[in-house]
């Protein structure tokens, strides 16, 4: 940590007393805590290392913040960062100072989930606070911040925190907070020969540059930020909040270029004899070029298991070799990816890593945002088509469309510049219900349905026959009907032709059952909703999970993915009734749903139709008037039916 930095950076923090004046006013009155300076200033070496001061003042104002505040946390990697606590102080409301003695500070593995790189977490227990406690704290640290796909080699030296593309910065940095703050300050000082480029998203802030001792410098600055206000479902919070983007990288086709050269040198997909043998045994027979590129691609989603636990040298962008991965059958996204492009490969192929980042976008400004790995394959006509095999095992998909609209860099020789993943048709993801039912004068329902689907839908309805216990099928297509009444006796199921087997075809399955009680039965009277909209298959259904009350939105939203719907249903009621209600009939269309819809009947049968086209995954602000509003006419056809004597 540069000294000069340091001491640059207290006494920035210790200013933060005229800040505590400027919180006033019920937004920070009301709050738990306010935080009256947030601080971070780096000095960027000539080889794009970083040395970060991070110094925060907070204020605690209730019991509740005085909760939240008594231990500070800090994450960190240590096979790319160091991290360590430079002082701490508490200022009591009562005028004492408590200078915390950092020494104490412990230094914890960082609750992980699903991947165990060994990320780091330093703790300091301040203690007991009380409302008017002032807690100021500076941490140092160097090296630099990735997701996941950034780390060396894991060496032990200074080296380690130089960042993998050597003598670039970049750097991320969230212009939202938790707690009202007072002012936010993010500077950086850089060599004069280092160029960077930089832009500030969804939002405003003020801005400068000064050549100071023979570096430029850059500042930005928010005052009185206050906590972001989030949306159901709304887009990831990287594409809705405030954050500034820097990198000293001139464009994502250096990048690209360089992604490629690293694996290329490292031998990441050198041919494997075992392997070889293995990919020659699946693509006999297969003529076409995607019938061999959807086997492969299959076969390595299916049998490379997930697993994130560090295995040593080429972790991050370097990947793992191909008897590594093959042996081990094991790994993470890149990992499996790595395995395919191998595949691939030996199977005559041109095939390359690509980075992407699933769950928000990338911009244009090349500071890398990624937290995924995935492939890119080259077809006879010369385009190059991603595929994921970590997100499509037991799926009729090559790249799964759960990640539809989503950006990705290949990194291929030529170099390539950012790329998108186009919208998925919603008839690439149909679910369709059709059911034939009769209604008795005593209520019992009785009947069948029969539901088919596609792409993601199918892998939804279909994940009880790849990856469930076979004792567990009928026990799942139980619960089905019990989510449609308690009553429901399955009478019988047809799985359709070896369901486990969904390269064959779409799934399909047929129900036959009897549901006593399903109407309510009264003088001349019976009321029952139509079942193919009583909670029948909700979990392939994730619009429903998207509340529609809302009349406005802010911010863009998601869904799972983009949707065809189709739910038809007749059913024959006893002689003598009639529908109270008038024929019923919608039609609508706009840029994020259409839906049509009709309820009629015809003789004693009353019959129900029932459209809904979701177009997108990622939807604009400007759609949320058509998804909704076809969304709710959707549901309003399960509304009760009412039919008289």
């Known amino acids: 940590m540069s000294c000069l930095l340091m001491v640059s950076a207290l006494a920035n923090a210790q200013d933060w007393a005229k800040y505590e004046k400027a919180a006033a006013g019920q937004a920070y009155q009301d709050a738990d805590c306010v935080v009256l300076l947030d601080s971070t200033a780096v000095t960027v070496e000539p080889t ?8 925060k003042v907070i204020k605690v104002q209730t019991p509740a913040g005085a909760l939240a505040n008594r231990v500070i946390k800090y994450d960190y990697d240590p096979l790319t960062a160091f991290a360590e606590f430079k002082y701490v102080t508490v200022y009591r409301a009562d005028g004492e100072v408590d200078y915390v003695d950092v020494s104490s500070s412990l230094d914890y593995a960082a609750p992980a989930r699903m991947i165990y790189w060994g990320a780091r977490q330093i703790m300091m227990e301040v203690g007991a606070l009380e409302p008017g406690d002032i807690i100021e704290y500076g941490i140092a640290k160097k090296g630099f911040t990735y997701a996941l796909l950034a780390s060396g080699d894991g060496a032990d030296d200074e080296s380690r925190f130089i960042p993998p593309m ?45 050549y100071e001792d023979g570096r430029k410098v850059y500042r930005f600055a928010m005052d009185g930020v206050m906590p972001f206000k989030s949306e159901p479902n709304m887009v990831d919070l990287y594409d809705a909040a405030p954050k500034l983007m820097m990198s000293t990288t001139p464009d994502w086709r250096e990048k690209s270029l360089w992604f490629n050269k690293v694996n290329e040198d490292y031998g990441s997909f050198e041919a494997y004899a075992p392997a070889q043998k293995k990919v020659n045994e699946l693509i006999r027979g297969k003529e076409t070029e995607m019938e ?6 299959h076969w390595v989603a299916d049998n490379i298991r997930y697993a994130g636990i560090s295995m040593g040298k080429g972790e991050g962008y370097t990947l793992h070799n191909t008897e590594m991965n093959y042996t081990d059958r094991c790994g993470v996204c890149k990992d499996i990816a790595g395995t395919l492009i191998s595949f691939l490969r030996m199977a005559g192929f041109e095939a390359y890593p690509a980075m992407t980042m699933a769950g928000s976008r990338v ?30 095992p037991f799926c009729r998909e090559l790249w799964s469309s759960a990640e539809q609209q989503q950006n990705y860099l290949p990194g291929v020789p030529e170099g390539s510049d950012l790329c998108v993943t186009p919208v998925s048709a919603p008839e690439n993801h149909y679910v369709r219900i059709d059911a034939d039912n009769v209604l008795s004068e005593d209520g019992t329902l009785k009947g069948t349905f029969t539901i088919t689907a596609e792409g993601q839908s199918d892998l939804n309805i279909r ?3 790849t990856t469930g216990f076979q004792s567990e099928w009928r026990n799942t297509m139980e619960r089905q009907l ?5 009553k429901a006796r399955l009478l019988s199921v047809d799985y359709g032709r070896k369901p486990k087997d969904y390269q064959a075809a779409p799934i399909r399955i047929t129900f036959r059952y009897e549901i006593p009680d399903y109407a309510a039965v009264g003088d001349g009277v019976m009321v029952f909703r139509p079942m193919v909209m009583n909670n029948l298959y909700n979990s392939v259904r994730s619009y429903l999970r998207i509340n529609t009350d809302l009349e406005e939105r802010e911010h863009g939203f998601k869904d799972g993915c983009s949707r065809l719907v189709e739910l038809d249903e007749t059913v024959r009621i006893p002689e003598g009734y009639a529908l109270v209600s008038a024929p019923k009939s919608d039609g609508m269309q706009g840029s994020g749903a259409d839906f049509s819809g009709s309820m009629v009947q015809e003789g004693n049968e009353i019959v129900l139709h029932n459209t809904l086209i979701l177009k997108k995954r990622v ?17 309003a056809y399960g509304e009760y039916v009412v039919i008289k004597k």
């Not at 703050?181 to 160029?195: A, F, G, H, I, Q």
Request: hydrophobic share 40%; proline share 6%; glycine share 4%.
């Open 482 to 486: 019990l989510n449609v009444s308690p």
């Open 292 to 297: 061999r590129i959807a086997v492969l691609t």
């Open 463 to 465: 994940r009880i026959f």
């Open 619 to 635: 939807y604009e602000v400007s759609d949320w008037d058509s998804f909704r509003n076809a969304v709710n006419a959707h549901k």
């Open 48 to 55: 794009g290392q970083g040395s970060f001061a991070v110094c």
């Open 363 to 392: 911009e244009s400004i090349p500071a890398d945002h990624f937290n995924h790995c995935v492939a890119v394959v080259k077809l006879s006509d010369g385009t190059y088509m991603p595929l994921d095999p970590t997100w499509v």
């Open 166 to 210: 050597r003598g670039q910065f970049y750097d991320i940095v969230p212009f939202w907070c938790s707690y009202p703050t007072v002012r936010k300050v993010y500077t950086v000082s850089l060599p004069m020969d280092k160029e960077v480029q930089f832009q500030f998203y969804q939002g405003e802030c003020a801005s400068s540059m000064r």
